[in-house]
């Protein structure tokens, strides 16, 4: 049983067609590319597997517990509690909020424990709030944020911005984490910092990585498998090597008859 089952995905706006008829498959622990040109479908495709969007038609399956659990209609909390996680082509972090409160906001999900000792602060309640805060600066520490725990986020350099993103999806303990062009914006020098980063996560994590970006040198470097969408349709799927000299993908980036 596949980690996440994709079949015949679709999402229709009105009588465009963003993506259309999508097959994917990740298995655990695997590190995989979804590439394709401006416009094919890519972060489309992540909010429909996210929640953000609901499908026309298809079927999206997830492995918990064993079991198949479908993630149709389903709200985007319980897709993350799921062990679904995710960042976003334009930052989407608590801005007025510290470093370390951006992270603890992801954890909540998975750190419960309830009303009554949420409501009277028993020692349970403090005990978990600690317990949240030692992970999170552990989280911080290995991104190199761990000096930053008291700055606003908005006043983090932009690629910290980015790697706090990271951190924050991490910190919800996802099975499959989605990267949404995590290197857009990125001088040479942070994208290798980047490119070292997510390998860094998935040997650490363990988790399953679909990331969606337009620097193919990264892509090509860091990734097992790799998805080609144009116009929303899924033109290509296989390794890098077989994905540099498919001729689908070539005329889909370069043109051509």
């Known amino acids: ?30 590190l995989v590319g979804l ?11 992540f909010n429909l597997l996210t929640g953000v969007y609901e499908p026309t038609e298809g079927v999206i399956d997830l492995e918990v517990d064993g079991k198949k659990k479908s993630l149709i209609k ?16 334009n930052i989407r972090l608590f801005k007025d909020l510290t470093v370390l409160e951006n992270v603890l906001i992801g954890m909540h999900e998975k750190n419960k424990v309830g009303t009554i000792a949420s409501i009277f602060r028993t020692p349970a309640y403090y005990a978990a709030e600690e317990k949240m805060r030692i992970e999170a600066l552990e989280l911080l520490k290995l991104f190199n944020l761990e000096t930053k725990v008291a700055e606003l986020a908005k006043n983090l350099p932009y690629g ?31 994208t290798a910092s980047l490119t070292s980063l997510i390998r860094q996560i998935q040997k650490e994590f363990k988790i399953t990585i679909l990331l969606i970006e337009h620097d193919m040198s990264l892509v090509m470097d860091v990734c097992e498998r790799i998805y080609v969408l144009e116009y929303g349709r899924m033109i290509a799927h296989g390794t890098p090597d077989e994905i540099k000299t498919n001729e689908a993908v070539i005329k889909a980036y370069l043109g051509g008859e």
């Not at 590439?35 to 495709?45: M, Q, S, V, Y």
């Not at 911005?161 to 062009?181: G, M, N």
């Open 1 to 30: 049983m596949s980690l996440l089952e994709v079949k015949q995905l679709t999402k229709n706006f009105g009588g465009l067609s963003a993506v259309s008829m999508v097959n994917m498959q990740l298995e655990d622990n695997e």
């Open 35 to 45: 590439i394709g040109p401006n416009g094919a479908g890519k972060t489309t495709l």
């Open 74 to 89: 389903q709200k985007t909390y319980a897709i993350t509690s799921m062990g679904l996680g995710r960042t976003f082509q």
């Open 160 to 190: 910290e911005q980015r790697r706090l993103e990271i951190v924050r999806a991490l910190a919800t303990k996802p099975k499959i984490l989605f990267l949404d062009e995590p290197a857009a914006g990125m001088n040479p020098q942070e």
